[in-house]
């Protein structure tokens, strides 16, 4: 069975610091993993990440593969209130668009 | 810029009562699919579609029905609802790996 699992299920962190939020996953067929990040509403993209050790960064976000090792990790460097939110990482299943979601990260941002 | 657009947004069922979840995309994105994410469950797929006249069903399609007539609609039926069934409920869809997302119905059952 198709899984993913983010770990830690939630982080409180000061702003400034700089955190690292995991995703380990276990499918068939594997083609990309995604980050979304998801505030009051709707989950927003974030990465696609389809090739091993290819590092995608937008700002003081960024995002790394290990196909090998069957996990990804998202940083975020020097936090701001406004990251607060739920981070979700999720794969597509068995070689389809159907995404398996991780149950996410909720990342709190204290002043 | 409409993008995926769900209605309605907040919606209060008695148990057992009927209704239907919209949701619209002018994307012309073949795949389209809903999710429901309750607290510390992340998103659970309900039933997709990889296009019209073409459904399927995800990880938790009880209770629930879809029918895909055209590119752009893609409704939810709840046939009678259960307090089990009260959720926030995403559409979403996608052109490929990417999904985008309606803004969410969040549904209470009494």
């Known amino acids: 069975e198709d899984k993913v699992v983010q770990s830690p299920l939630s982080l409180v962190v000061h702003e400034g610091d700089t955190v690292t939020l995991n995703c380990s996953y276990e499918?068939?067929?594997?083609?990309?993993l995604l980050w979304y990040k998801q505030e009051k509403k709707a989950p927003t993209f974030l990465f696609m990440l389809?090739?091993?050790?290819i590092e995608k960064k937008s700002g003081r976000l960024s995002s790394i593969l290990d196909k090998k090792e069957l996990f990804s990790i998202l940083n975020i460097t020097a936090t701001q209130t406004g990251d607060s939110a739920i981070y979700l990482c999720?794969?597509?299943?068995?070689?389809?668009?159907?995404?398996?979601f991780g149950k996410g990260t909720k990342l709190t941002v204290n002043p | 810029n409409a993008g995926v657009t769900q209605t309605p947004k907040f919606q209060v069922l008695k148990t057992g009562q009927s209704m239907t979840l919209q949701c619209a995309q002018d994307?012309?994105?073949?795949?389209m699919s809903w999710y429901r994410q309750d607290p510390g469950m992340g998103l659970r797929l309900i039933h997709y579609s990889v296009g019209a006249g073409i459904t399927d069903q995800g990880e938790v399609p009880n209770g629930y029905n879809v029918s895909r007539s055209t590119t752009e609609d893609f409704p939810l039926r709840l046939l009678s609802a259960a307090p089990s069934q009260t959720s926030v409920y995403f559409c979403?869809?996608?052109?490929?790996?990417?999904?985008?997302f309606g803004q969410g119905t969040r549904l209470t059952v009494v």
């Open positions: 499918v068939t067929n594997f083609r990309s």
């Open positions: 994307m012309n994105h073949e795949y």
């Open positions: 999720a794969v597509p299943q068995g070689g389809s668009e159907k995404l398996v």
């Open positions: 979403a869809s996608s052109p490929g790996h990417e999904a985008f």
């Open positions: 389809t090739s091993s050790g």
